[in-house]
């Protein structure tokens, strides 16, 4: 039962994971929240649904699918909420609660779009396999959101590190004057960054719909919060910490079911973050080097 | 949408006015019963059962008249909208009574709405039957107010003793939605079903509403080895839980046993396959197989182009409730008189069944227990229920 406890975890945690990785590149890089990010995740499920039902592409079509448009939607937040409020010179909480109001008008587009009720992928020989390790049931796609977790960190390390466009993104982390000083593409930059950040949500939701066989207008919502919650326990901006938060959140909760009993499963999840922030309030894996980016 | 609402309200209060102008014009020389209808067709979800409600009534009333069983008395069906809002309900109500006269009214949708506007008819001495309120003690306002929905702890109980007796189910776990009134009511009473027949528990897992993953709760519940799982659940939970129970291995002779909300298309449509099985109680459902019901669902359907809800059915037999509680008053001068016969009927053949009235004026119906058949896609009736 412990062992398939932590595989419940762990994937649970993946797929926190691959969401808040975006979320808290946004954050690291433009020093931003993108309360959008919530209904870019939705709408990348239900774009990816469509590509699959609508369309009868097979999944990796739908997964390509939502990562692009969900990207674009990342580039539109930046298009038509923060770069029209950065270049006013708005407060960066004006941002937020710009993003906010964003998020409420894609949902309100989905309502229209798919309708309020729950709706699911099809049955595939992939969603359906599973297999028996050591008495703990793992399913398949468990493991490919597990996989794909460390694969878009990895991959999201090596551009960050590797790539001249890497090199102007952590400069334009470090300070957005001095990137313009040293002649970096700042706008190109924040947008590339939006891109990342939304593709990313948009590939967790089509993910979490695959492993949970739920997609709804509001799935948004609850995913929003554990991806703040991630993105405290990792660290701001953190990308290395969003992963490992990602992954203990979805351990903690789990656990807390086990422990505690399921009623306080959030009560604990969002007790974590209140502890953190008291005790440890750079995250729990925050080094001066990776704080930001 | 502010802007809207008072000019939606308007012009249905004008609709309501020129309904009821026209009214008195068309009663014909016979002697005509108004009865209030009080259904909401605007206000959301409400709208759904009310729609239903007032369809199924309106059939009723046209069929009873039409054969002329009430001796040359004409039911004539003064419909009101509230808009699901209990203020509304409240003007409606003694619009109606002090206004219209009406001797007897049906409805309102809501439970909220009745426990408003009931007073008012109990007060002016008024009968009142519902038909969509589940709330518990509705029926406590007084004794002019009755009821054919039948609660959900009217339901369950048979359920789970056909789950112990077909099963041979003593170990029983429940799993709950923690923020949901639905949820927690079903939880209530299916906890004290547990208790009742003396079956062990072997734990109470519970959720949050928007939760999809319920695989820790289902691991937990795994290792305790129950014989059936007992689900206070809306329909989409219940579908994601037998899902996942599935995929997590659960023995197939685990018994799954829901509630009244998992009684949904919904549930076969997201759970697919894994719906086989599942035990569920209603009052009623479409595929009833009695003379009465099969010919309420024709009759509904060849006017209306849709298959009836429960609330429909519950609604097409308090019309015919009323109905023949005015016959037996042999008139209807008297809201008393009309109540007092409608609790004096113990006998009646309705669609939901043999129908007689419990101290308390609910509804006693035998409950029909179902299972889901996870291929053809539809609760049939459980064999030997």
Known sequence: MILQQLVNGLSLGSVYAVFAVGFTLVFGVLNVLNLSQGAVFMWGAYLGLEVVGTLALPLPAAVAVAFVAAGLLGVLSEWIVFRPLQRRGAHRWMGMVASLALARILIGLAQEAFGTQVVRYPDSAMTMASLDILGARVQLLQLVALAAALTMVLALGALLRLTNLGRAIRTVAFSETVARLVGAPVDRVRLATFFVAGALAGGAGVLWSLVFQSVSPFMGDAILLKGLTVLILGGLGNVLGALAGGLLLGLVEVSSVVAVGSGYRDAIGFGLVLAILLVRPTGLFATREAKRA | MTDAM????????????????????????????????VQSTTGGSAALYGTEQKQAIELAFDEINAANTLNGIRLQALHADDGADRSQTVNIFQRLIRQDKVVAILGPTLSNSAFAADPIAQAAGIPVIASSNTAPNLTRIGDFVFRTSVPEDQVFPTVLRYAVQKHGVKRVALIYGLDDALTRGAHDVQKKAVADLGLEQTGIESYQRGDVDFSAQLTKIKARKPDALILGTLAEEAASILRQARQLGFDDKVVFVGCNANISA????????????????????????????RAFVEAYRKRYGSTPDIYAAQGYDAAYLLAEAIRRAGGADSGRAIRDKLAGITDFEGVLGRFGWSAERDATVTPKVLVGDGQARVFVTAPGA
């Open chain 2, 6 to 37: 008072p000019t939606r309200r308007t012009a249905l209060a004008l609709g309501a006015a020129a309904i009821l102008a026209a009214g008195p014009a068309r009663a014909q020389a016979g002697r005509v019963a108004r009865i209030g209808l």
């Open chain 2, 266 to 293: 919904k549930l076969f449509e997201l759970a697919g396959p894994a719906a086989n099985g599942i035990i569920v109680g209603a009052a009623w459902f479409a595929g009833y197989d009695s003379p009465r019901s």
